[in-house]
Structures are given as C-alpha cells and as structure tokens.
C-alpha cells in the first residue's frame, strides 16, 4: 500500500510509529508532522515521541546511509521530515521552566553541516531554562570566540557528527587556553562519534552522550560553579 492511501490515524500506536519511520525514511515531511500530531493527540510526550518516532526513524535512515543504500539528496529529504517533526515538538520541549539557568552559546563546528542533534540538544536546554544562542553550522573558531565575547555564556556547547570535524573541538578549546579564557566557560561537546575520552582529549568539561545528558550535565556544572546544591 503507498503511503497516500494508508490514514494514519486509523493506525494503532504501533503501527504509526513503524509508519512514521517509513515515511521520514522516504523525506515525507507533511506525514510526520501529520504522525507527530496525532501521538501528541493520543497523549504520548514530547521526549517519547521525539525519541520513539523520530530519533529511531533517523537511525535506520543512518544505518542503510552508511550502507550505501541511501544517498545525501535522500538523507537530506529524510533530514527535512525530522526538522518538520521537530517544529511541532518545540514548543512542548523548550516551554521554558520558571528558572533562569544561564546561558549558552552552541554550535557546530567548522566543515560540519549536520544540525539536528545540536538543534534538539539547543531546544531542551531553553526547555530547561537555559538562555541559548546558536551559531548554527559550519563555526570556525573566530566565530565561537566572537560569540563568547559578545552574550558572555556561561556554557560553550560545540557539535560534531564527523570523525573529520569531531578534531576541530581541539582547535576551539587550545585557542580558548591561548587567550587565557578557558577557564571562564564551561565546555560541552557531543555528536555520535565522541565519547568520554575524546571530551578529556580536546580539554572540555564534559561530553554529552544525548540531549537529556546535556541538560543534565549543564545544570550539574552550573550548580557546582555556583556552589549551588542539587535542586531534586
Ligand atoms: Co551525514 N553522516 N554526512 N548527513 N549523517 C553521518 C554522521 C554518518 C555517521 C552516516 C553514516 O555513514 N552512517 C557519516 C559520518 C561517518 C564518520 O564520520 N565516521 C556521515 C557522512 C559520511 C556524511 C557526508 C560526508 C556524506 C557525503 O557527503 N558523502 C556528508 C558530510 C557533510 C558535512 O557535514 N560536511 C553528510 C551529509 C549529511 C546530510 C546533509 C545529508 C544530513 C545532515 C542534515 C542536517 O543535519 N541538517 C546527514 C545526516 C542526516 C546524517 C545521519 C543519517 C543522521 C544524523 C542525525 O541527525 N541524527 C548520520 C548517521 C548517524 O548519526 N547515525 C550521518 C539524529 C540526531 C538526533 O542525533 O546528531 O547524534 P545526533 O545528536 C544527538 C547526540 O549525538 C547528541 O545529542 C543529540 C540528540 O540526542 N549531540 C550533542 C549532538 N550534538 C551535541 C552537542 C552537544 C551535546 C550533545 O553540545 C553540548
């Protein structure tokens, strides 16, 4: 059956969900937003539909990706659906909690076009009260310093999905020692190929595995920076 006859809200949860992955995998953006509504009518959360919707459907999309069985011009329609998932679940993930957290300045790093995950992780920061700026893709490291200099974070936060970009943490973090700043930010990295020994390695505070690691992570250092003890 093509995907125009199926009504998705005739589908049990289940079955929806398995939808919804066919459909980001196939770049259909109205479907998803069509499937994201119709979870969030049916009572799920904003995290579970996020993670079991769409963070899984992006994931097979990765898998036949490197496989060779997808191509960039399909990755990136797939990508488009994600984003179009993602603006229905924004309001619900950045409703932003009565506490000010501070702020941070994200971005990804320099040769690195890929955005979503930075995207997410930049949308429940704010949910948890966090001020953010984002620099967006693509940042050499003129531009994060520019941007620290500028809001004056709290919090850097850098991105990369490449095992090619993902060295570029480096550079930011060595230039951040040379002008005798890096101790003024708390520094964050993540992506899929990092893990906690590269976060030592580039010199930053911590490496966030996921999202919800990263708000974690950042009230934690910011709590601990203020001498603050743990709220619940
Ligand atoms: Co790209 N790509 N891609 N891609 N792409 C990967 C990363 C890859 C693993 C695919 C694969 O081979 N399986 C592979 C990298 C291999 C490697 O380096 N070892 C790859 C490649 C090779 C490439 C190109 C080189 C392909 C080519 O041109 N031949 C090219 C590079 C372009 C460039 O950047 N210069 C490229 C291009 C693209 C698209 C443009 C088509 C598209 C990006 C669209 C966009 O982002 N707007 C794309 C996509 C979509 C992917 C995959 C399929 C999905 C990434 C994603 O969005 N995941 C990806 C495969 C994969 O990762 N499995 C792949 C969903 C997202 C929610 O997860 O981004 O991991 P993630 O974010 C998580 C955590 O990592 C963490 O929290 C997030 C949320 O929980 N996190 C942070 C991320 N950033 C953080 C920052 C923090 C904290 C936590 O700061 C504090």
């Not at 999309?61 to 229905?88: C, H, Q, S, T, Y």
């Not at 995950?117 to 693509?138: T, Y």
């Amino acid at each position: 059956m093509s995907s125009e006859e199926i009504v998705l809200e005739s589908l049990p949860d289940d079955e929806l969900v398995k939808q919804m992955h066919d459909d980001l995998y196939d770049g259909l953006a109205d479907e998803i937003v069509r499937g994201t509504e119709i979870l969030l009518a049916r009572g799920w959360s904003a995290e579970k539909t996020l993670s079991e919707a769409l963070v899984e459907g992006m994931r097979i999309v990765g898998i036949d990706f490197r496989d060779g069985i997808l191509f960039v011009p399909e990755v990136l329609l797939a990508a488009n659906a994600m984003k179009a998932g993602m603006e229905v679940l924004r309001p619900l993930l950045s409703e932003s909690s009565a506490d000010r957290m501070g702020k941070v300045v994200i971005g990804t790093v320099k040769g690195d076009i890929h955005d979503i995950g930075k995207n997410l992780v930049a949308m429940m920061l704010e949910g948890a009260g966090f001020e953010v700026i984002d620099l967006g893709i693509n940042n050499p490291v003129e531009d994060y310093l520019a941007a620290l200099e500028e809001h004056k974070p709290e919090i850097l936060g850098m991105s990369a999905l490449l095992t090619t970009t993902m060295p570029y943490m480096k550079v930011v973090v060595d230039t951040m020692v040379e002008r005798g700043i890096r101790d003024d930010y708390i520094v964050l990295v993540g992506g899929a190929p990092l893990n906690e020994e590269f976060g030592k390695a580039v010199g930053a505070d911590a490496y966030c595995r996921d999202a919800a690691v990263a708000v974690e992570t950042a009230k934690d250092l910011i709590r601990r920076k203020h001498n603050r003890p743990p709220a619940d």
